[in-house]
């Protein structure tokens, strides 16, 4: 870990800085707070999951995540921006990488966070293997050969772990065997999400806003974590698996997904929570309450329990279109990409990336002429009702002792 040195009084200086954060009894909302004041105008979801895959990076099964959406849209700024709530020992800031540069890099990468802006250097079999090896392992290791004077032989290069691990990338889909091991973090594409963007430059240009935010006190604050307990257990996890949707393949490696968050919550929240025997932070619901508020989307959407509001946006754009167009004619006259893109006030280019994932899900397909011919975006299926992934605190709570302790951290 980036931090050692567990002398009280160096932690105690640590946390007279960090005051302003520790004493909140939401400091994923102080996470929000203080990005909106920097300028940011997304989700606050997006900026609570990315903060806590981030310290997630100081337990032994630190979270994963791809940051998906398309060129221009601000990915690369969430990240940078989150980024530099952690001090710089923290992690490693890669524009892109190579396989072989994840192989033989020789920085220490364990319990720190990896962040790559862009998956294309990454992008093949051997790009592939390694991305899944970081998520899983949390280690790196790679076997190569080598000619001595006595002929070939071969060594093992290891980088060990645990590592927290954020990609950026503008596929909808990465390979499957990649998308069912990290969380799926969308970034907003609409029209309103671009108003409020520019809405905060102007503001920054303007003069009313400067966007200059003292930082130290939340680099203090993961000092200060790192030097403290990095274990926690959850009594109610047994209850949360008992009620957890489980009719995606994926469903397994989303729950522990789920437990790191809550831990993680319990981690940043241990001067209002109780230590165990064995030095371990106690979770409780309000935990459980926080990590469900900005994982409850990201998991639906994953798992396909929930339909993305893009998506269902889309395919109500199309049906109005479709009934403008046809009006009193017999057939229906289903419209094209330009048609759609006008509907929905957004490019073109947006607008076949949200007709990719319609079609990837089901919903729509494509009723061209013949090839050559404008798209005719047709409604192929009906959109389901959204199912709940997570339970509610409420059903939680209302269990009179919530299950058995797990200790996973």
Known sequence: MEFDDRDARIRERYAMIAAPVLDRPDIFAAVTETMAERGYAGDPAHVELLYTIF?????????????????????SWLLNRTLELFPPESYELK?????????????????????IQEASGLQGREGNMLVRTLIS?????WEVAGRESDGFTT?????????????????????????????SIQVDDTAEHTRRVLDSIADRYSGVTDHIVNLAPWHAYQRWLAGGPCQAVIPFASEIAR????????SKRDFEQVLTAIGTSALMHQTQREIDDYGSVVATLDDYAMARRFLVKVLGEASGAAVPATVRETFHAI???????????????WPSITELAAKLGIDKAAASRRVAK????????DRRARRGFPSRLALVERLPEDAEV???????????EAGATVRAF
């Open 55 to 75: 310290t997630s990076r100081l337990l032994d099964r630190p979270m994963c995540a791809f940051l998906k959406a398309p060129s221009s849209s601000g990915k």
């Open 95 to 115: 524009s892109g990488i190579t396989p072989k540069a994840i192989a033989y890099g020789r920085s220490d990468l364990q319990h720190r966070i990896l962040a």
């Open 137 to 141: 392992e949390g280690l790196v290791r």
């Open 155 to 183: 060594r093992e290069i290891e980088r060990p772990g645990p590592i927290a691990f954020v990609m950026t990338t503008t596929h909808n889909a990465l390979h499957r065997e990649d998308e069912t091991r990290a969380l």
């Open 243 to 250: 009620h957890y949707w489980t009719q995606a393949n994926r």
């Open 319 to 333: 049906a109005a279109c479709a009934r403008e167009l046809t009006g009193d004619a017999e057939e229906t006259r």
């Open 358 to 365: 319609a079609k990837e899900m089901g919903f729509v397909a």
């Open 390 to 400: 997570l339970p509610s605190v409420e059903k939680i709570r209302e269990i009179p």
